[in-house]
């Protein structure tokens, strides 16, 4: 594991989303704590976007996004809890080459042990979707930052060093 780790890229290109009814640039306090965190580490921004919580419109943009060989990864934020206008994670389940459900599970226990019970409503993901690595988390402040600092930021590099290794000859990778 150690290894992998040391030859995962040190600086990425993520695009990150806001998938909201209500947000705007100026009032997106959750997507803005995504991109100060992915720059303080070294990561660059290769587009941001606030798009209302519409399927048709997040697959649209991953899908356009996903063709560029710079951009490594996509964080979302918003969209994952249960109420009717919550279809963020409906939008990229569908459309994901590869689910790691881990990182709900683990994303979850997190949450679990500061707000308690209530973290049973998220449906945060992550996978990959055309060797891209996609990670979806709730838009509150808080399930940003505890996302981040604890899961995104620490293992992103080597998530994307994963997507992006090729199998040894005559192997697949497990």
Known sequence: MKEHKARALRSL??????ASD???????????????MLKDAGHTIAGYSILKDEPVHIRRLIRREARRKDLHAFIING???????????DAIE????????????????LSYQEIG?????SRSTAGVFKGKVIISVPGSLNAVK???KKIILPELPHMVAEVSRKPACGRHNT
């Not at 290109?13 to 806001?18: D, F, H």
């Not at 019970?117 to 409503?121: D, E, G, L, S």
Request: overall charge positive.
């Open 94 to 109: 569908g459309i994901m080459d590869k689910k790691l459900p881990g990182f709900g599970e683990l994303f979850r226990w």
């Open 117 to 121: 019970t209530a973290a049973i409503m």
């Open 146 to 148: 505890l996302a981040m």
């Open 79 to 89: 969209g994952t809890g249960i109420s009717s206008r919550d279809s963020t994670f």
């Open 13 to 18: 290109s993520c695009y990150v989303i806001t």
């Open 22 to 36: 209500t947000r705007t640039e100026r009032t997106d306090e959750s997507g803005k704590a995504i991109i100060r």
